[in-house]
Every structure is written in C-alpha cells, then in structure tokens.
C-alpha cells in the first residue's frame, strides 16, 4: 500500500481545529488557517469515518486504498510526524454529497466558519471574512478507527533517508510505495540503536489551553452529554446519586456498584488528552480528603476512544488495579470497554 507523504500547516489545537498559529507560507499565512486544521477532528466523523482536505487531488487514486502521513514544520524550524490515516481512500461524489447534508443538518460547516473567525481575528482583516472549505472539498475519506495521532511527535530526521523528501511544498506530496508500518518500524529500529537520534528539541507536544472563546463551547456540550448519559443510566436501571455535586460530574449505584463518571467534551483535544485530564480528576474525587473511593471509576467521552487510549486503560486495570473503563456515546446508548 502507498503511503502519501503531506505536509499540513502547523497547529496547537492537534487539528481539532483553526488555532490561528500557523507560521507557514502560501495560504495558510495569507489567511491565517488552512483547511486542513480539522483533518484530526473525530466529532466531525460521518458514519464512522473522517473526511480530511489535502492540497493534493489524489489523482490516480481513486478506488484505491492508500496511508497519508502528515508532517508539518513547527515555530522552532523543526520537521515533525504528526499523525496518519492509515486506511484512506478518495471519497465518491456520494459520499461527498450525504457529508454536505451531514455538515449542513449538525451545525457543523456553520461552526467551522466561526471557528475560523475566532482563529484569524486580529491576523487577517476582518473584511476578508475566510471561510473554510465546504464539505464538496473534504476528499480524502478514513476511518475513525484508522486515524492516528502521534504523541509526542516524531521528528522527520529519525525517518531513514531512504524516506525523506527535501520537498517542502504543500501541493507536490511524496508518494512513497511503502506501507506506513514499515516507515515507522524503522523509526522505531533507529531509535533503539539510538535513543537521542532524531529527539525533538524544547518542543515536544503541543500544549492544550483553553480559551474563553472554546469554554463557551465546550460548557453547553458538557451538559447535553451529561443529560443524555444521566437518561441513558436510568433507562438500564441504575440509581443516579448526583449530577454535578460536589464537583463530581455523575454518581450511580449500578446494583451494589457505587460508581463515579467524569465526563469529557474532547473539542480542541484528543482523546488522549481528555483521558489524562479525567484520571487526574478521578483520583482526587476518590482519595482527597475523607472521600471514600467508588468501586467504579468511569471516564465518559463524547466520541470513541483510540485503541490506544483503550489499551491504555486496561494496562492500569490490569497493572494498578484501578477500577477504570472508558464509555462513550453510541447512537442512543453508550458502550463501554
């Protein structure tokens, strides 16, 4: 399988959205984001699949399955891996047609264009009003379980130089005719040998922080999610305890189970970010001062987890002994692991 080789414009935000700190040429720095600072965003998926923009038109692809791994060039002149779809293909004009609908029907095409304002406000003139790419121009289609974000990011350097282009542009792409797992695996060969080779500088990941713009957002999110959780919970026939009482976001009995759930609105974050974050606030609501802890600890998403953040919890299960499970919604149910 091919693997694409696209550099995208530099983001802080883990291509959730427009972080309006973009320090690159062409477009991106005449406008002040590029299109494809939402190619992260899970919350945006339709049908289980997210569709990306990419300044190359995957011409000769079509109704083919290929990689993209995305690179971009930080504030520090550093050259970094990102993250990857790791099954993608060029979406059918169907396909395109139904997103537009999706888009159109969640809110979702509106959002962006506000998210963009609030981004570029005071780098561009306001006169200017730029406007993200309609869903019509989201071509590169793959799904939420093939998406990868790496944390921390990878350096370019510690890409064999069989594999590295000198190529910086943003429209001509390497088109590398191996598998990404073989690129990566011998980042991970060269590492062994060599730990510092290719180790990121002061810059290793980008920071979250939340601004008063996104908390407006996330607040009213926050709350449907833990509506929808709290109907769901006495739908299945547990006892809800509290709501949003003393800090904790949800308490149940499930049988003899006491339970406790921080839920997380993953708007400008990974999920990775949102597990560590909850495990923080878990910890507190079960040991600081004279709480007794729940038999249940439960981290409540408003979008699937990645493999590796389910792994991850797992290990401290299994490992630690923490009483953990993720959850997160399923049309009108949630699922949990």
Known sequence: MATILQRI????????????????????????????????????AFDGNIYGWLYWKGKGFENKHFQI???TISPLKEWLLVGAYRNATVATEDEVRDLGGFFKKKGITARRSQEVLDAVKGIVQKENRPRPAGAEHLRFKCPLTELEVFEPYINYSALP??????????????I?????DEILNAVVKRRRRDPD???????????????????????????????KFVRWLRKTGCKVLGQEKERVD???????????????????????????????????YNYYG??????????????????????FV????????????????????FVSD
Request: aromatic residues 10%.
């Open 176 to 180: 590398l005719k191996t598998p990404l």
């Open 290 to 311: 004279r709480r007794s802890p729940a038999d249940r600890w439960i981290i409540v998403l408003d979008m699937p987890p990645t493999p590796a953040d389910v792994a």
């Open 197 to 227: 080779y290719g180790a990121l500088g002061l810059l290793e990941e980008a920071y979250q922080r939340a601004t008063p713009a996104s908390i407006k957002i996330i607040r009213p999110l926050h709350k449907e999610l833990s509506n």
């Open 9 to 44: 414009c530099w983001n802080t935000e883990s291509w959730t959205k427009p972080s309006g700190a973009t320090v690159d040429s062409g477009n991106p720095g005449r406008v002040g984001f590029g299109n494809e600072e939402w190619n992260f965003c899970r919350r945006d």
């Open 250 to 284: 949800v308490e149940f009995q499930d049988g003899a189970s006491l339970c406790r759930a921080e839920l997380k609105v993953c708007y400008g974050m990974t999920t990775r970010f949102a597990v560590r974050e909850a495990l923080g606030q878990l910890l507190e």
């Open 161 to 174: 130089r069989k594999f590295q282009r000198d190529n910086a542009r943003f429209k001509n792409p390497a």
């Open 69 to 71: 791994l995305f690179w």
């Open 314 to 333: 797992r290990t401290l299960t299994k490992k630690k002994g923490l009483p953990l499970s993720l959850c997160w919604p399923s049309g009108n149910a």
